[in-house]
């Protein structure tokens, strides 16, 4: 009975702590929140702040999580009998269309969410260290960027499961533009497909991908992205607070050194908090943060869902490689780099500049390497961690809108205004009459 | 202070009241989920064999025991009348396989003298079973089952129903 107590207390917290000690007990003690700080500054839970983007891209991979079990019970990784087991799930299978449109849902607002934290991150100026000892926010960052590249292959390798003319010619035109890069382009192309074509293998290695090895990547990223957040001390608005704080020179502050759950003596490891004034601009995690991240949970759960009812997921034919739709468009957040591929391509009497290296290769090749190196290249003050366009910031701050503003714009280009043989048409333009595929 | 008391505790009941609302609220929806997600993994649609199918016109088969190997089932012809047995054998479902006898032998099933030409034997664990499917050696608890024979009315093909068992002493004359 005892046992059974303490396993129960392991896994559940009170919401309504009693007291302080209470408080902290709920979170030191428990397996779930045991990586949670005990107390939280009031100002990381702003939701104009950081507008939970962090929290709302872990719910949505747990949701595909959850969602992908009963999807992988069902679905057949075989080119034979992938679209009709799709088709099955869609049409067959008791709620099969609701746990389908969820888990497609999520992954295509995944994808939009964990850009906008990276885009929240870096107006914050977050990833930069702050004042506070052991900080190491440049290497979250890159662990950040890492996720979301592994999130973008996530979603990519799901898109070529359902096995329709969507699926196949989206991948088709995807990795055709890794074929691209120099040297090992084909190289590349050819281990990512297991031979020249879109073929079983394919099939099979985007399965196992998608199912297993991103998943697990990204959750060990995860893991190590939260331990950084705890290194760092918290959100990049504790130091600002931090400075504040010193700036009012308030009475001396409480400075306080957690050793290790108090298992080891010393100082050897060692959490050091920011120099915040706990009294004033901290309150305790369990309720204050618990009570946040269950209501951040429910409103994910609960958009989702609704748009699981209302939006219908595509299927289209069953894959053809014969006959190429007209215009093939790779998935969504790869159009941008599809219409910089085209508006890339210069002919210069017989010589082309092909397209596929500049847009789909260099471009995007030296966006993520600037993306990964930046936090090392800024060398704006201590003052502009954790503030929203920092004065210090303006001029970065003004380039990355204006990379922003241009992959929004060719993302909509492509999406919106892309008519066959990727001619551009307007909205209220109908397409031409295109011969069917006999 | 007693009034005082009172709104306290019918606020603390509304709260708890709300409490208990969201806490079933969040319960009835994880079941919900719960619910979708397991049920979804109960098929609606089967993709195996047809348990129903023709297995020819009563001519093809000879006198005697025919293999079907794909259903895993002998159909008996004796003269005009035919009956199919089940090849699984009821120990832990090996393929039974015939031994037709080089003499007629007679044993007793059920009381009754019956003539024998063949056998059936399991090859996994010895069970032996008579010519009507009846087990009397190893460790087979039951006869071999038998299943319904019937002329499709539009071809005239034997149409064998696994699905549906008969007693032993079923029939069908031609």
């Known amino acids: ?438 | 202070m007693k009034s005082q008391t009172e709104a306290s505790a019918r606020g603390d009941s509304r709260r708890g009241w709300l409490h208990k609302l969201g806490i079933g609220g969040l319960l009835a929806g994880v079941t919900g989920m719960g619910y979708a997600f397991v049920r979804a993994l109960v098929p609606n649609v089967l993709y195996e064999a047809p348990q129903r199918f023709k297995a020819g016109t009563p001519d093809q088969f000879p006198e005697g025991a025919t293999f079907l190997e794909d259903q895993r089932v002998f159909i008996v012809r004796e003269q005009r009348t035919f009956h199919a047995i089940s090849a699984a054998c009821t120990h832990l479902g090996c393929t039974v396989k015939m031994v037709s006898l080089n003499q007629p032998k007679k044993v007793a099933i059920g009381g009754r003298e019956v003539e024998e030409t063949r056998e059936f034997h399991c090859p996994c664990h010895g069970s032996k079973y008579y010519g009507d499917g009846t087990n009397f050696a190893g460790p087979a608890p039951k006869p071999l089952a038998c299943y319904r024979v019937e002329l499709a009315p539009e071809d005239g093909q034997l149409m064998v129903n696994l699905d549906e068992p008969v007693s032993r002493g079923f029939r069908l004359t031609v």
Request: positive net charge.
């Open chain 1, 1 to 438: 009975m005892a046992a059974q107590n303490k396993i129960w207390r392991q896994l559940t917290w009170t919401w309504k702590p009693a007291s302080e000690r209470d408080a902290g007990d709920a979170v030191v003690r428990n397996l779930l929140l045991h990586w949670f700080p005990a107390k939280v500054t009031i100002g990381s839970l702003s939701f104009r702040y950081s507008f939970w983007l962090g929290t709302i891209s872990a719910v949505l991979f747990g949701i595909l999580c959850i969602t992908g079990v009963p999807l992988m019970f069902l679905y057949v990784p075989s080119v034979e009998r992938a679209y009709q087991s799709v088709k099955d799930i869609e049409f067959v299978v008791s709620f099969g269309w609701f746990i389908r449109a969820l888990h497609r849902l999520s992954a295509h607002l995944m994808v939009a969410v964990v850009f906008l934290h990276m885009v929240r991150v870096f107006f914050t100026g977050a990833y930069k260290n702050g004042t506070a000892a052991n900080q190491a926010r440049p290497v979250n960052w890159v662990i950040g960027v890492a996720m979301m590249l592994a999130t973008f292959f996530l979603s990519f390798t799901g898109y070529l499961l359902p096995w329709d003319q969507l699926a196949y010619w989206a991948v088709t035109v995807g990795t055709n533009i890794a074929s691209a890069a120099p040297l090992v382009g084909d190289k590349i192309r050819f281990l990512l497909l297991g031979g020249n074509q879109i073929e079983q293998n394919t099939l099979l290695r985007f399965y196992v991908l998608h199912c297993f090895f991103l998943p697990a990547f990204v959750l060990f990223l995860f893991l190590w992205h939260m331990w950084r957040v705890r290194k760092d001390g918290g959100l990049a608005s504790v130091d600002k607070l931090s400075l504040e704080q010193k700036r009012q020179t308030l009475p001396p502050v409480k400075s306080k050194t957690y050793s290790l759950l108090g298992i080891t003596k010393g100082r050897t490891v060692h959490v050091e908090t920011a120099l915040v004034n706990e009294d004033e601009h901290t309150v305790n995690s369990s309720p204050f943060l618990t009570r946040r991240i269950l209501m951040v949970t429910l409103a994910t759960v609960a958009v989702i869902c609704l748009l699981a009812l209302l939006v219908a997921t595509p299927l289209e034919e069953a894959a053809n490689p014969r006959v190429t739709p007209n215009p093939a468009k790779a998935p969504w957040y790869f159009l941008w780099l599809q219409e910089l591929v085209t508006d890339t391509t210069v002919k210069l009497g017989d010589f082309t500049i092909n397209g596929a290296l500049i847009g789909g290769i260099l471009v995007p090749g030296l966006l993520i390497a600037l993306l990964a190196v930046w936090p090392w290249l800024d060398k704006s003050p201590v003052q502009a961690v954790g503030v929203w366009f920092a004065a210090q910031r303006r001029r970065q701050n003004l380039v990355f809108l204006g990379i922003l503003v241009v992959v929004l714009a060719l993302t909509v280009v492509g999406t919106f205004l892309r008519g066959p043989y990727w001619l551009f048409f307007w909205p209220w333009e109908a397409w031409p009459e295109m011969p069917g595929p006999f």
